[in-house]
């Protein structure tokens, strides 16, 4: 995988949590809810009301989002330890405002106060100096 692939993981993966959050509301609103349920239903389940049971399996399922999520969260760090051994200051930023805060390009060269054409420029410097690393540390 180059290095910009590797780099542009962090990209999907803060979609992926951020949906995966928005999913562990929805059910807990679901777990949650007063709505009234059809009589013919059996009331009690596992010993408990139906309410306990939607609580319990929330709490089950919402563990197991909170599993993804970490899993997710480590490779964002895993992201930002390659990018912190990166030992031009100016690489770094601009691939932390690119790669982990997802700025756009001219964003970035706002931020940084170079012009577009630079910011670029710069980029590919970047990913070299993140390559070596990366082929260094074997990741």
């Not at 949906?19 to 009234?36: P, R």
């Not at 390009?105 to 170079?114: E, H, L, Q, S, V």
Request: aromatic share 10%; charged share 30%.
């Amino acid at each position: 995988m180059e290095i910009k692939e590797w780099l542009r993981r962090g990209w999907r993966i803060e979609r992926r949590i951020n949906n995966l959050m928005e999913e562990k509301d929805w059910m807990f609103e679901i777990a949650t809810s007063t709505t009234s349920r059809p009589s013919d239903v059996n009331v009690q389940q596992g010993g408990g009301n139906f309410t306990e049971a939607q609580i319990l399996r929330y709490a089950e399922y919402s563990n197991l989002l909170d599993n993804m999520i970490d899993e997710l969260v480590d490779t964002k760090c895993e992201i930002m330890k390659l990018i912190k051994k990166v030992e031009d200051a100016r690489y770094q930023e601009l691939l932390i405002l690119r790669y982990i805060e997802f700025n756009s390009w001219n964003d970035i060269a706002n931020k940084m106060g170079y012009e577009y054409r630079h910011i670029l420029r710069l980029h590919g410097k970047a990913l070299l100096a993140a390559e070596k690393i990366r082929e260094r540390l074997a990741l």
